[in-house]
């Protein structure tokens, strides 16, 4: 398997999660697993007003960017601080 | 452990709506210690079954995001010239033809994308941009840089004059905050024209800047030169 193709089932797998975590709709899930596929996971989350989706799930998405950009930060200062 | 973060409601806020947990058990529980621990060792905040189903999701979530993300870190969209910046957008607006959009990204001083709003959403032939709005934004991103971008649902690709004077408001609000506005992308269909290629995109002279409302209609569906965008794009 190349590198490229196990990136892709790794970027499957976290579209898939995403989706299962957010409860999107059917057709939501369909214009974000275009929109990671076609900016790559970082792009996505910098692009999320730009979907074309529900408000109400938007807003679970920003949510979603929140929590893991508060984590990140949590674990930098936990390694800075030791 | 002495805790030195301070999250906001709006974390908690956040949580709430991924996980199910109360708020005030969230925040109870992270008066002492951190909140993430509740993401490790759920059993602290005594969950149903299905807030813990839910935390084991959004758990697994994360630990396959930080992998994917850590494998596309050279991926990052940086803007180097209008076809970059066209075929990003291009695969935002294209084929958006029930509305008109405006976006704006406001970038750092690599040109590498902090975020992507959208200012404004109106009906088939008109939008109206607020300049002060995206002013709020572009400060709050502290940004070097914006590009500008919004779709013609009727698909032409021309910039019209009103497109012009738009973006030359703009940049004239923009230049005494030394903040460039590096192009004007123009959606049609599933092609792009860039302001800036086209030699359309208005110079940074110093006009008197104006924050009224603008008000931006449909544009002549008189055909420019355009560039193709493939299905597949690659960014």
Known sequence: ?82 | MAIKTKYSDSFFQSLNKLTGIPMSKLKSYAKENNPFNILEHPGVVDPNDRQLEKINKLNEFIASYNVLKLDQENEKITFKSPNDSGKYFASLLGGVKDKERFLVAFLDNSNSIIELRTVSQGTTNMAVVYPRDILKMALANDCSSIILSHNHPGGSLRASNEDVALTQRIVDIFRPLDIRVLDHIIVGGYSFSSMAENGVLPSNKMDVANYDPIELTAAEEEQAEYISVDEELEL
């Open chain 1, 1 to 82: 398997m190349t590198r490229q193709m196990i990136q892709n089932v790794k970027q499957e797998n976290v579209i898939e999660l995403m989706c299962e975590v957010l409860e999107l709709s059917e057709s939501s899930e369909k214009k974000v697993a275009k929109a990671v596929e076609k900016l790559g996971i970082q792009t996505f989350f910098t692009s999320i007003d730009a979907l074309d989706i529900d408000e109400v799930e938007k807003d679970r998405i920003k949510a979603l960017k929140e929590v893991i950009e508060a984590k990140a930060k949590s674990l930098e200062e936990s390694e800075g601080g030791q």
